[in-house]
């Protein structure tokens, strides 16, 4: 039996930076569930492709390139969805790049790039999404947050930076919007090897540091992050905004000592 509180079927779902990574598990557990996947990132010939592989469900996921640090391709993107759909449901907001080095070492230009794609591209989107939403009297955008808003990580300090944004954005937009019937969460990831990260993971002392430091003692797979989603997507958060979901494994519960007990 299906329980419709947590359906998104037919829903129009909207998710940028879904070529690799979160984003493409995301918008394919989004379109397993026969929602209305519409994914966007910059490089257009390997989003179409991703747009095939994950068209499991009952609609076919289409894809619109569109570089978040650019407005006009944000406007262009939200204008190409509400012409062919009529609406916007629901934003997943992913879109994100880093760079690791040390904060001392960071060019001007490295620290705009990161901010205006991981802060200016995310509000950018979700003001553009926004204003549909409040046509609409509804909707729903879901941010990508990180782990480093409850800890920050030595060697990404803009990233850091750009993510601290996210949370007060989601918490501004929530407190904004909710009167027009608009929820705005985000979900912070702990420990995931992506593509973004996976030349980090792929060292043995790094997953070892980072199985002990996590209570259920091993790193997340990207698919353990579709039903945050579809959680928040869904009726059955109806009463939930402004709220950060940590999908983290524990990392977040305290801090891991080395004490025998």
Request: net charge positive; hydrophobic share 45%; proline share 3%.
């Amino acid at each position: 039996m299906t329980d419709s509180l947590f359906s998104v079927a037919d829903k129009v779902i909207l998710v940028s930076g879904a070529s690799r990574g979160i984003g493409r598990a995301l918008a394919q557990g989004f379109a397993a569930r026969d929602a209305r996947v519409i994914i966007s990132s910059r490089d257009a010939v390997s989003l179409a492709k991703t747009a095939q592989e994950i068209s499991t469900g009952k609609h076919a996921v289409t894809s619109v390139a569109c570089d978040v640090s650019k407005d006009a391709d944000i406007a262009a993107l939200v204008e190409k969805v509400v012409r062919e759909h009529g609406r916007i449901d629901t934003l997943v907001n992913v879109a994100g790049m880093n760079i690791r080095k040390r904060a001392e070492t960071y060019t001007p230009a490295e620290y705009d790039q990161i901010i205006d794609t991981n802060l200016r591209g995310l509000f950018m989107l979700a003001q553009a999404a926004g204003k549909q939403m409040i046509k609409q009297g509804a909707g729903t955008i879901i941010n990508i947050d990180s782990l480093n808003t409850y800890a920050p990580l030595k060697g990404v300090t803009p990233y850091a930076i750009s993510k601290a944004g996210v949370v007060m954005m989601t918490r501004a937009l929530a407190s904004e919007w909710g009167p027009y019937g608009i929820r705005v969460n985000s979900i912070a990831p702990g420990f995931f090897p992506t593509e973004l990260a996976k030349k980090v993971w792929a060292q043995p002392k790094i997953q070892a540091w980072g199985r002990e430091n996590t209570p259920l003692q091993r790193l997340g797979e990207v698919e353990e992050l579709v039903g945050a989603a579809i959680f928040l997507a869904s009726q059955a958060s109806s009463y939930v905004t402004g709220h950060c979901l940590r999908v983290d494994g524990g990392v977040s519960a305290g801090i891991n000592w080395p004490i025998e007990l």
